[in-house]
């Protein structure tokens, strides 16, 4: 099975503030890797998808890239509303399409 | 709209069986795969199979192999989540979700089911 991994795996930011998570496969996995937000007893929403696709209805501070095995995910200025834990998840082949194990942004 | 509806939350002892329900609506249930994610108390996402109404193939996660057993009711549109014998370590929240019809990633999420087991 592949494995994901992310860091940090929390952050403390400020609004305003650039923001950039990083996830890594252990093996490559092309452009196969989705971002997705949770907040505290909500279910995960789908960000992006295909490492760079921005998904309807998503601001467009959000932005994702990479490929191979290293990917990043970018917000361009925190707004309170992104508070959160944000997760990636390979897409590649077969199953199990696993989950990196979270990141979570608080406030500075 | 795409919706998911689950089950409500479910308090069980260790042994009992369980079995939940997440019931598609707002598009063609029977030509997307369904998903189930297990996220444990103050633990990430762990993926643990899908499942495809059009014909019931389903694939587990190594990790939950046996452990679970994924199924679906194509006329009701629901797909089902089901243990046999449940164990303390099954507490948790359980997600079923979409996967997008041209990806492996979940497009749309129910609302969860929490699940407590306690003697």
């Known amino acids: 099975d592949i494995q994901m991994t992310q860091s940090p795996s929390s952050l403390s930011a400020s609004v305003g503030d650039r923001v950039t998570i990083t996830c890594r496969a252990s093996?490559?996995?092309?452009?196969?890797l989705n971002w997705y937000q949770q907040k505290p007893g909500k279910a995960p929403k789908l960000l992006i998808s295909?490492?760079?696709s921005l998904q309807s209805g998503v601001p467009s501070r959000f932005s994702g890239s990479g490929s191979g095995t290293d990917f990043a995910l970018t917000i361009s200025s925190l707004q309170p509303e992104d508070f959160a834990t944000y997760y990636c998840q390979h897409s590649y082949t077969t199953p199990p399409f696993t989950f990196g194990p979270g990141t979570k942004v608080d406030i500075k | 709209e795409v919706q998911l509806v689950q089950t409500g939350a479910e308090v069980k002892k260790p042994g009992e069986s369980l079995k939940m329900s997440c019931k598609g609506s707002g598009y063609s249930f029977a030509n997307y795969w369904i998903g189930w994610v297990r996220q444990m108390p103050g633990k990430g996402l762990e993926w643990m199979g899908i499942i495809y109404p059009g014909d019931s193939d389903t694939k587990y996660s190594p990790s939950f192999q046996g452990q679970v057993t994924i199924s679906v009711d194509r006329s009701i549109s629901t797909a089902y989540l089901q243990w046999s014998s449940l164990k303390a370590s099954d507490t948790a929240m359980y997600y079923c979700?979409?996967?997008?019809?041209?990806?492996?990633?979940?497009?749309?999420w129910g609302q969860g089911t929490l699940v407590t087991v306690s003697s």
């Open positions: 295909t490492a760079s």
């Open positions: 093996q490559t996995i092309s452009y196969y």
């Open positions: 979700a979409r996967k997008s019809i041209g990806g492996n990633e979940f497009d749309y």
